[in-house]
């Protein structure tokens, strides 16, 4: 383990063990915290740990502040109302309820990349890995740009994305094209077609066309038939073609 990973693993432990006595309290009365992802709580996602809580109880104890606030283990509640479980274990943390909940979601990356974006949309601190690719977003983009990944279903990966078409048209350095390269892949849902033209040397130039005039990047097959090869019965060649949609 680098010291790195030791650290945040000796802070998590740290703050698990600031009380060490496990008390039982009212499912009920402990509250959901306001930057708690939502995709995490659907009937979906609870399935199989309602499954398994039901078969062999809670055998991880809830991490709540004082006030009952709930650190760490939402999910586990949720379940047990929904079993009928009156009281759960919980471990009292004293901590401010941000930062024990980004050490916990550090070290233990609970939360999907779209998930830590949720959580700092809802004012809550994303992990570090995740911190990182938010801000080089919010950066050119703001908290606009932010707002659009998420309500198009998208995650902050996308910025790798962003950083390859960037590259690929040397543009890489103007905020302004980074971000208007960001909201043509959200648009026209081009992130696995821009992937593709990059690594298949499309040319920068039909690529930054279809940028500036806001236009998806059509990959066209077209079937190609020669006098030196004729592909035997079920079989054809096919050459890809890419371009900005015809206006």
């Not at 709580?41 to 062999?56: H, T, V, W």
């Amino acid at each position: 383990m680098n010291r790195q990973k030791f650290a945040r693993a000796s802070e998590r432990a740290e703050i698990v063990m600031e009380n060490r006595y496990v008390v039982m309290q009212k499912a009920a009365d402990l509250k959901a915290a306001l930057w708690e992802p939502q995709t995490r709580l659907s009937e979906k996602n609870l399935r199989d740990l309602e499954q398994d809580i039901a078969q062999a109880g809670i055998l991880q104890p809830i991490l709540v502040q004082p006030d009952g606030t709930i650190i760490d283990g939402h999910r586990r509640v949720l379940c047990a109302l929904k079993l009928g479980i009156a009281k759960v274990p919980t471990i009292i943390c004293r901590r401010p309820p941000r930062e024990a909940f980004r050490a916990i979601n550090d070290t233990t990356r609970k939360l999907s990349s779209r998930e830590n974006l949720e959580l700092y949309l809802a004012g809550g601190l994303p992990a570090r890995w995740a911190a990182r690719d938010i801000a080089k977003l919010r950066a050119f983009g703001g908290s606009e740009l932010l707002q659009a990944i998420y309500d198009n279903h998208q995650s902050p990966s996308i910025l790798k994305v962003i950083g390859q078409v960037a590259r690929y048209c040397s543009c890489q350095d103007e905020p302004d094209m980074m971000q208007r390269i960001a909201y043509w892949l959200l648009k026209h849902r081009m992130q696995r077609n821009a992937r593709y033209a990059c690594d298949s040397g499309t040319l920068p130039e039909v690529i930054y066309a279809a940028i500036l005039r806001d236009q998806p990047l059509i990959i066209r097959v077209v079937s190609v038939q020669s006098a030196r090869f004729r592909p035997t019965s079920g079989e054809t060649s096919s050459l890809v073609q890419h371009g900005p949609a015809e206006e």
